[in-house]
């Protein structure tokens, strides 16, 4: 398991609450491939508090904030938070540009995993909807090469209802908006060999901006925002 060249940044921390900014390729907790080189072992290895365990959670490949808990005696409370949608979230991702697209939109599909080899992407399908996120533009930042015609491109912000998994990146792919750099969707990409790092120079440009919610315990009201900015943000 190669060591990932990133270091974790504590945002804030508390006796019940630990919220850093993830970095890019780092899984949350441990299992398959990644287990020592991920935010749960390293966190507590950097803060010394072996009682920390993830209020929420993240893609692997997704950065931005993430929060986790200390106590256990207070863990229920901010995860029924989640459960009953008290949590506001809002995401930021480069993808295609489409002036046929009219934005800003609530977009509503119901998502279901694939089946068999397939069950790491989720399957846009007929149904009652049960993922939606609004979808807003920031402006354009550059254009992607690598065909004839340069695809310009955009930076998106992203707001979800719901908390489905994948629920930003297939929404986005279903509307022909698949995000920068992503190995999932519209197509499924082999991962690199065990043992390979992999290409620290293409991350997925998907970044968990800010995360807010009034703590259960003090009243206090939390708005945590990432230091992180997306690679090709700079360039607009």
Known sequence: EPRLPFEITVLYQDERLVVLDKPHFMAV??????????????????????TLAPMHRLDRDTAGVLAFTVQPATRHAYQVLLQQRQVHKVYEAIAPWRDDLRLPQVCRHRLQERPGAAFMQMAVVDGAPNAETHIAVIGLVASQHGSDRPQPLALYRLTPGTGRKHQLRAQLSALGLPIVGDRLYPQLQPDPPPGAAPDFSQPLQLLARELAFTDPITGARHCFISQRQLALADAG
């Not at 991920?38 to 507590?44: A, I, M, N, P, W």
């Open 29 to 50: 907790t441990p299992g398959g491939r990644h287990l020592h080189q991920t935010v749960l072992v390293r966190l507590r290895q950097q803060l010394g508090i072996t």
